[in-house]
C-alpha cells in the first residue's frame, strides 16, 4: 500500500512508523496515563485497516487523523493531547515556507499529485515543470494574501473549489470564443508582427494556428475557433488557383473547356484545403503553449454558420477533411496511428445533414466513423439549442457555455470594438469566461446529517460563500489593462481595446459570464433520499437543487449586472480532493463517500446500469438547467463495426439534448502492438494501467486515450479519476 506525502511523492505504507510516532508521545507523559505496547499495536492495526478500506492512497495527514481518533477511543486523552501538540508545532514549521518543498518535489518528479493533476500534462519536461513551479508560488500568494482566510479554509477542506488558483495571482480569465473571423479578415498583430488579411486558404490555417498558441498563452481554460471563419479562404484560394492554370495554359497554348478548368482547379484546391487542415490538426498536437501543454482548443463544425451557398459547400470540404484526418489519426513514436487529445471536435446535428437523403447527410455518416474511432466528433443539437437558447454556438473549450447575448438587445452595442461587429445581430465570438468556483453538493447533504431544513439552511451559506468567491475572481479582472495580452484585448481574439485601456467594461451586461459549478448531484441526493436521483421519487429533489442554484446566480446577476451561470463542473483531479476531503470530514459511507471519487455535475452515477437513450433522455432535464456549461456522455463498447448505431444514438441526441458525446477507448501497447483496451488492475493497493496482452504496465510505453471530462486525456489520471474510468459500465 502507498501513501501520499505532504510534498505530493508517494512512499510505501510503513506501520512502525505510526508505532514510532505513538510511542514517542507516550513515553513524555506520566506513567499513570501510558498506553501498553499492545494498546499501541492496537491503534497502528486499526489504522492499516482503515486505510485499506479506502480504496486508495491515503495521505499521511489523513493518516494521523485516523491515529488521533484512535487513541481518543482508547481513552488516552494525554497522550492523544501530546500527539496533537506535536503536530500543530510541525505544522508551524513547515508553514514558515509553504512552496520549497512541493518545488523540489515537481522538480525531481517525485510529486505524484502534480504528476496526475492534469490528463494532458506531462509534469517530466521543462516547460510543464516551469508552469507547475509557477503555480505553487501563485497559490501560496493566493493563499495567503489575496484571497479571504475563511474562502482559503473552505477551498482545503472540500467544501469549496476556487479553481485555478495556481493563475490566480495574475490577471488571467478562464475561457472564451475567439473572434477568429475579424483577426482574419481585418488583421490582427503577433508579437509586435503585423498580420495582415491571408492570401489563402493555407496561410489563413497557418495564422489560425498561431493565434490558437497565442489565446492558449493569455488565459487558463479552453478556447474555441469556428470553420467557418476559415471557409470564405476557400474562394479566395479558389481564385488564386484558377488565375494561375490559367496562365499555365495560354503557355501550353491550347484551350480546354471549362470543365476540365474547373476540374484542376477543383483537385489543387482540395489539396491546399488537406494541407491546411493538416496545419491545423499538427501544429495544435505539437504545440507547447506557456502553460506546458498543447492549446486546450476546440474546433467547432456548423455549416449553418455559413453566410451564403457556395460558403457553406466549401465549410463542408472543410469539414469532410478535418474528420477525415482526425479519423486518420496521428503516429506516435513507433510510427504508429493513435488517438490525439486535441483539438477538440463538435459537430452540430441540423435539419439538413440528420437524416438520410439530406444533402450532408455523408458528413454526418463520415462522423459517426471518426466518432467510432477517435472518440470526437462531439455532437451539439442545432434543433435543440434553437429551443432552449435561441442561437446555436460552441461551447468556450470542454463544456463552458456562455450565456444568450442580451448585451445586444439591450442597446449597448459595439463595446469590444470589434471588426466584424453587425448592429442588432447576435454576438458570441469574442466572449469569454471571468472564472470558476465549485460548491461540494455531498458535503451539503451529509453537513445537514439528512435533515431537510438544515440542509437548504447550510446550502445558503455555501451558496453565499461561493457568491464571495466568485465576486473575488470578479474583481482581480477588474482594472485590468488591454496590455496584460495584447492578442486578447487589442488585437482581435476577444476585443480591441485601446493600450492602457481597461478591460472593465466587458465584465458586465452579460458580456462575459462567470460560473457557480457545481459537482455530486448524485451523492448529495442519495444521502438525502435513500435513492438515486434516477428513481422518480427522488427526482424532483434532484430537479429542486438546481433550480434553487439557477435561482441564486439570478439573484446575483439582478444585484451586480455580471451573468452568474451554473455549470455542471467537469471535476478532472478534483473529484478526488473532494472524494479524500468527504471521507475525513464524515468517515466511509457506503454509496456516498466509499469512492475515490464523486459523480461529475447531474450525471448519472458511473455504475448505476442504464441504457444510453434513457440515460440522455433523462440528464437532459438537467443540462437544461446548467446554463452555464454541461455536457452528457454514454459509454459505448468498439462500435467500428456498428456505425448505425452510433447514427441511432446521434439522431436521438438531435432530438433530445443540446450537447452529448460517445465514450468509447482508443488505446495501443508500445511493447506488443495490442490495438485492444488496456485494462486498470489493482497492485499494492494502486490502480494501475496493464495491457491485458503481454502485461506491460510502463504508462510511458503505452498510449491511453479516455474521456476525461467532456474533453480526452492522454497523459494518465489520478488514483481518484482512475477509479472512475474502471467502474464505467457500457450503456450501449
Not at 501538540?85 to 502534480?114: F, G, M
Not at 436521483?533 to 439557477?550: C, G, K, R, V, W
Amino acid at each position: 500500500m502507498k501513501i501520499i506525502k505532504r510534498n505530493g511523492s508517494e512512499v510505501t505504507f510503513d506501520i512502525t512508523k505510526i508505532i514510532a510516532a505513538i510511542s514517542k508521545a507516550n513515553e513524555v507523559v506520566d506513567e499513570e496515563f501510558r498506553m501498553t505496547n499492545t494498546q499501541i499495536h492496537r491503534i497502528a492495526d486499526s489504522v492499516e485497516k482503515a486505510c485499506i478500506e479506502l480504496g486508495r492512497s491515503p495521505s499521511v495527514e489523513e493518516i494521523q487523523d485516523m491515529v488521533e481518533e484512535q487513541i481518543m477511543a482508547h481513552g488516552a486523552y494525554e497522550v492523544a493531547k501530546r500527539y496533537i501538540t506535536y503536530r500543530y508545532t510541525r505544522s508551524l514549521v513547515r508553514q514558515s515556507n509553504t512552496t520549497d518543498d512541493r518545488i523540489l518535489a515537481l522538480i525531481e518528479c517525485n510529486n505524484e499529485e502534480a504528476k496526475q493533476e492534469n490528463s494532458n500534462k506531462n509534469p517530466v519536461v521543462n516547460s510543464t515543470q516551469r508552469d507547475y513551479m509557477a503555480g505553487e508560488v501563485s497559490r501560496d500568494i493566493t493563499n495567503r494574501l489575496l484571497l479571504p482566510q475563511d474562502i482559503v479554509e473552505a477551498h482545503e477542506e472540500g467544501i469549496i473549489h476556487f479553481h485555478d488558483t495556481d493563475y490566480y495571482a495574475q490577471h488571467m480569465h478562464n475561457c472564451d470564443l475567439v473572434n477568429l473571423e475579424d483577426m482574419l479578415q481585418n488583421g490582427t498583430v503577433i508579437t509586435d508582427t503585423l498580420i495582415e488579411r491571408p492570401h489563402s486558404f493555407a496561410t489563413a490555417c497557418n495564422i489560425a494556428t498561431q493565434i490558437v498558441a497565442q489565446v492558449a498563452s493569455n488565459q487558463y481554460g479552453g478556447q474555441s475557433i469556428s470553420l467557418a471563419h476559415l471557409a470564405p479562404f476557400v474562394q479566395v484560394s479558389r481564385e488564386k488557383i484558377r488565375a494561375v492554370v490559367r496562365d499555365e495554359i495560354s503557355t501550353l497554348g491550347v484551350v480546354p473547356t471549362k470543365e476540365q478548368v474547373d476540374e484542376i482547379v477543383e483537385k489543387r484546391l482540395r489539396e491546399e484545403i488537406r494541407r491546411g487542415v493538416q496545419t491545423i490538426q499538427y501544429q495544435v498536437v505539437t504545440l507547447l503553449t506557456t502553460n506546458g501543454q498543447a492549446p486546450f482548443v476546440t474546433v467547432f463544425m456548423y455549416l449553418n454558420e455559413a453566410k451564403n451557398e457556395q460558403e457553406k459547400k466549401d465549410l463542408a470540404i472543410i469539414i469532410e477533411e478535418t474528420l477525415l484526418q482526425r479519423y486518420e489519426g496521428v503516429k506516435n513514436e513507433q510510427g504508429i496511428w493513435v488517438t490525439p487529445a486535441f483539438p477538440k471536435l463538435i459537430y452540430v446535428l441540423e435539419e439538413d445533414n440528420v437524416d438520410e437523403g439530406t444533402p450532408y447527410y455523408y458528413l454526418t455518416e463520415l462522423a459517426a466513423k471518426c466518432t467510432a474511432k477517435r472518440m470526437v466528433p462531439d455532437y451539439i443539437s442545432e434543433k435543440k439549442m434553437l429551443e432552449l437558447k435561441g442561437d446555436v454556438y460552441t461551447c468556450m473549450g470542454c463544456r463552458s457555455f456562455l450565456t444568450p447575448d442580451r448585451f445586444t438587445d439591450a442597446g449597448i452595442g459595439n463595446i469590444a470594438n470589434a471588426g466584424n461587429y453587425e448592429p442588432g445581430k447576435h454576438k458570441y465570438y469574442g466572449r469569454f469566461n471571468q472564472g470558476v468556483v465549485t460548491i461540494n453538493l455531498p458535503d451539503v447533504a451529509l453537513s445537514s446529517g439528512g435533515n431537510l431544513d438544515k440542509f437548504w439552511k447550510i446550502f445558503d451559506e455555501r451558496l453565499e460563500l461561493c457568491h464571495r468567491a466568485l465576486m473575488c475572481r470578479h474583481e482581480r479582472l477588474k482594472g485590468t489593462l488591454s496590455d496584460a495580452a495584447p492578442i486578447l484585448w487589442q488585437y482581435g481574439a476577444l476585443a480591441r481595446l485601446q493600450k492602457g485601456e481597461p478591460i472593465d467594461k466587458l465584465l458586465y451586461n452579460g458580456y462575459s459570464t462567470i460560473s457557480l459549478g457545481y459537482a455530486g448531484l448524485y451523492e448529495c441526493v442519495k444521502y438525502m433520499t435513500g435513492k438515486s436521483h434516477t428513481d422518480p421519487s427522488a427526482t424532483p429533489f434532484a430537479l429542486e437543487i438546481m433550480q434553487y442554484m439557477n435561482a441564486a446566480c439570478k439573484r446575483w446577476k439582478e444585484q451586480h449586472n455580471i451573468d452568474f451561470s451554473l455549470y455542471g463542473t467537469p471535476l478532472e483531479s478534483t473529484t478526488y480532493k473532494f472524494a479524500k476531503c468527504l471521507q475525513k470530514r464524515f468517515g466511509v459511507i457506503e454509496g456516498i463517500t466509499d469512492k475515490g471519487y464523486i459523480t461529475n455535475s447531474y450525471h448519472v452515477h458511473v455504475t448505476e446500469q442504464i441504457d444510453a437513450f434513457t440515460k440522455l433522455k433523462f440528464e437532459a432535464q438537467f443540462q437544461h438547467l446548467s446554463p452555464g456549461g454541461a455536457i452528457s456522455y454514454v459509454e459505448v463498447p468498439d462500435m467500428q463495426n456498428n456505425l448505425e448505431a452510433v447514427l441511432q444514438v446521434m439522431r436521438f441526441i438531435y432530438d433530445n439534448i443540446i450537447y452529448a458525446e460517445l465514450n468509447t477507448k482508443s488505446d495501443y501497447c508500445q511493447v506488443c502492438g495490442w490495438d485492444g483496451e488496456i485494462e486498470i488492475v489493482e497492485d499494492d493497493g494502486k490502480l494501475i494501467w496493464r495491457c491485458p496482452r503481454c502485461g506491460n504496465t510502463n504508462q510511458d510505453k503505452m498510449n491511453v486515450a479516455r474521456r476525461t471530462c467532456g474533453y480526452i486525456g492522454t497523459q494518465f489520471w489520478n488514483q481518484g479519476r482512475t477509479q472512475e474510468i474502471k467502474d464505467r459500465v457500457l450503456h450501449l
